[in-house]
């Protein structure tokens, strides 16, 4: 689900799991970091400004992990692209849904715990709670 189409950069909404409430996926079309032109970093750096203030304003996030990670195109025979993630991460609880989202890693690694299915966060919504925080983030987002 598109949050935002840009010049250089689209942002996806992580629909099929918001394990990070807010949680989106930032990208464009170049195979390297060295190939984006200072216009892109300049585009990147107002999205990312954009996505944590929404964050904050909707869900109260309290910081974000901004992550760019290529390895899985060279592993699974893909044309990579250039591409971050964007997590916001929560010290409190967030109430939602008439639900309690705990951001049980707080502090750590995102990715430390996503290998066990004991340690691993659980994604709290459904995909039609999914769908409204995606419609709270598009209706808050203005770029």
Same mark, same amino acid.
């Given at each position: 689900?598109?949050?935002?189409?840009?010049?250089?950069?689209?942002?996806?909404?992580? /629909?099929?799991?918001?394990?990070?409430?807010?949680?989106?996926?930032?990208?464009?079309?170049?195979? /390297?970091? /060295?190939?984006?032109?200072?216009?892109?970093?300049?585009?990147?750096?107002?999205?990312?400004?954009?996505?944590?203030?929404v964050c904050k304003k909707v869900f109260g996030a309290t910081m974000f992990n901004f992550a760019c990670l290529?390895?899985?195109?060279?592993?699974?025979?893909?044309?990579?692209?250039?591409?971050f993630h964007f997590i916001p991460r929560y010290k409190n609880d967030l109430k939602l849904f008439n639900k309690v989202y705990k951001d049980r890693h707080f502090g750590y690694?995102?990715?430390k715990w996503a290998l066990s299915?004991?340690? /691993?966060?659980?994604?709290?919504?459904?995909?039609?709670e999914r769908l409204k925080i995606f419609e709270m983030m598009k209706k808050e987002f203005n770029l």
């Open positions: 689900m598109n949050l935002y189409k840009g010049k250089y950069w689209n942002v996806v909404f992580g /629909s099929w799991c918001q394990e990070f409430v807010g949680y989106c996926i930032v990208g464009n079309d170049k195979e /390297s970091l /060295s190939n984006l032109t200072p216009e892109a970093w300049e585009e990147l750096g107002m999205i990312e400004k954009e996505l944590e203030r290529m390895n899985n195109a060279y592993r699974d025979n893909e044309k990579p692209h250039v591409h690694n995102f990715w299915r004991f340690k /691993s966060q659980k994604d709290t919504f459904t995909k039609e």
